[in-house]
T-cell receptor, first 115, second 112 residues
Framework: DAGVIQSPRHEVTEMGQEVTLRCKPISGHNSLFWYRQTMMRGLELLIYFNNNVPIDDSGMPEDRFSAKMPNASFSTLKIQPSEPRDSAVYFC?????????????FGPGTRLTVL | GQQVMQIPQYQHVQEGEDFTTYCNSSTTLSNIQWYKQRPGGHPVFLIQLVKSGEVKKQKRLTFQFGEAKKNSSLHITATQTTDVGTYFCADPGSSNTGKLIFGQGTTLQVKP
């Protein structure tokens, strides 16, 4: 079974540019989570979806961030315009049912650098 | 808001020494999960504890859940260089949505 797939693995962009991160969850998993990890703030949950529906986006930093899940096998996290403080590793994770106690399976992450 | 506190933040040990990280919550936890992240890698699920006072072992790793379900610990016996990484505890909170709140993590360095 393929795990969670994320692309690109590395992204270097200039301030002001639009950045789109992509995620393919494990087939059959109904919940998808986007996290951001930095040294200063640790692992932060940005948004999560159950059955393609956004459930809680309270972790999204500001309006520059948006996430979509058009179908069960694909999600995007977009930053527009990007800023240097957005530099971080962005992880996507999925779980089977989105129930209490479900294990989350993380993708390899996208390392974003905004110059 | 709800959160779990982990201590210590960093730990350096000599290979062969033991290591323990602690996870504490001000509220009762329904269950707790532990994850490990290797340097440059992604978090990987280790184990879930559900019952009060539960103890589970994975080879040299021993996981405990407190009697009051407000704290948990991970103990590694005789550390090896392969144990290097950051260990996170994660709290599912009160919502039945699969959401996890991760602790700050404890980063373990092992000197050979």
């Amino acid at each position: 079974d393929a795990g969670v797939i994320q692309s690109p693995r590395h992204e270097v962009t200039e301030m002001g540019q639009e950045v789109t991160l992509r995620c393919k969850p494990i087939s059959g998993h109904n919940s998808l989570f986007w996290y951001r990890q930095t040294m200063m703030r640790g692992l932060e949950l940005l948004i999560y979806f159950n059955n393609n529906v956004p459930i809680d986006d309270s972790g999204m930093p500001e309006d520059r961030f948006s996430a979509k899940m058009p179908n069960a096998s694909f999600s995007t996290l977009k930053i527009q315009p990007s800023e240097p403080r957005d530099s971080a590793v962005y992880f996507c994770a999925s779980s089977r049912q989105g129930n209490l106690g479900d294990t989350q399976y993380f993708g390899p992450g996208t390392r974003l650098t905004v110059l | 808001g709800q959160q779990v506190m982990q201590i210590p933040q960093y730990q350096h040990v000599q290979e062969g020494e033991d290591f323990t990280t602690y996870c504490n919550s001000s509220t009762t936890l329904s269950n707790i999960q532990w994850y490990k992240q290797r340097p440059g890698g992604h978090p990987v699920f280790l184990i879930q504890l559900v019952k009060s006072g539960e103890v589970k072992k994975q080879k040299r790793l021993t996981f405990q859940f407190g009697e009051a379900k407000k704290n948990s610990s991970l103990h590694i016996t005789a550390t090896q260089t392969t144990d290097v990484g950051t260990y996170f505890c994660a709290d599912p909170g009160s919502s039945n949505t699969g959401k996890l709140i991760f602790g700050q993590g404890t980063t373990l360095q092992v000197k050979p």
